[in-house]
């Protein structure tokens, strides 16, 4: 439903888009063990990379 969302209303890319992926976040942006699953992933391309920075 919110991956709909973003596709319908907010233009986002379906292939920019994953749901239950297999990734983790950080506790803090200073942490650096990824320990908290995600639902739902929007990336900044379709290789969904989670390593990629946005640039500055």
């Known amino acids: ?3 709909r969302m973003l596709v319908e209303d907010y233009g986002y890319p379906k292939a920019h888009i994953q749901t239950r992926p297999q990734y983790r976040v950080k506790v803090r942006p200073s942490g650096t063990k990824k320990e908290y699953p995600i639902d739902i992933a929007v ?11 946005k640039p500055e």
């Open 43 to 53: 990336f900044s391309d379709d290789r969904k990379n989670d390593d990629d920075k």
């Open 1 to 3: 439903m919110f991956a």
